[in-house]
Nanobody
Framework: RVQLVESGGDSVQAGGSLRLTCAAS???????????MAWFRQVPGQEREAIAT???????TYADSVKGRFTISKDLAKDTLYLEMNSLEPEDTAIYYC???????????????WGQGTQVTVSA
């Protein structure tokens, strides 16, 4: 069964950088090769928001709020998904989740597998 485990969340000051990691396992072939991957984030009381997607051909999409600051990527050999976050803002404070789906979507309902989340806190 596919498992996703995020790490890398931390508390940083505005303008700082973080790299989130999502280690995948449990499939016969690398999860990040066979599945459509995404990073979501969620603030308490708000809906889970897709911020970056990565399809099986390497195509990416980004939410306008993170475009130009965040980069999604994958390492097939390590079966790992990354989210490089630069120029962080207090508005980026949230729990960040990685997820896997069988097609590209911005809707959380489309994603079959989820990690447990990692907290990112950005102070002004």
């Amino acid at each position: 069964r596919v498992q996703l485990v995020e790490s890398g969340g931390d508390s940083v000051q505005a303008g700082g950088s973080l790299r989130l990691t999502c280690a995948a396992s449990g499939a016969s072939s690398p999860v990040v090769y066979s599945w459509y991957m995404a990073w979501f984030r969620q603030v308490p009381g708000q809906e889970r928001e897709a911020i970056a997607t990565l399809d099986i051909r390497g195509g990416t999409t980004y939410a306008d709020s993170v475009k130009g600051r965040f980069t999604i990527s994958k390492d097939l050999a390590k079966d790992t998904l990354y989210l490089e976050m630069n120029s962080l803002e207090p508005e980026d404070t949230a729990i960040y989740y990685c997820a896997a789906a069988t097609y590209t979507s911005l809707r959380p309902q489309a994603y079959k597998h989820w990690g447990q989340g990692t907290q990112v806190t950005v102070s002004a």
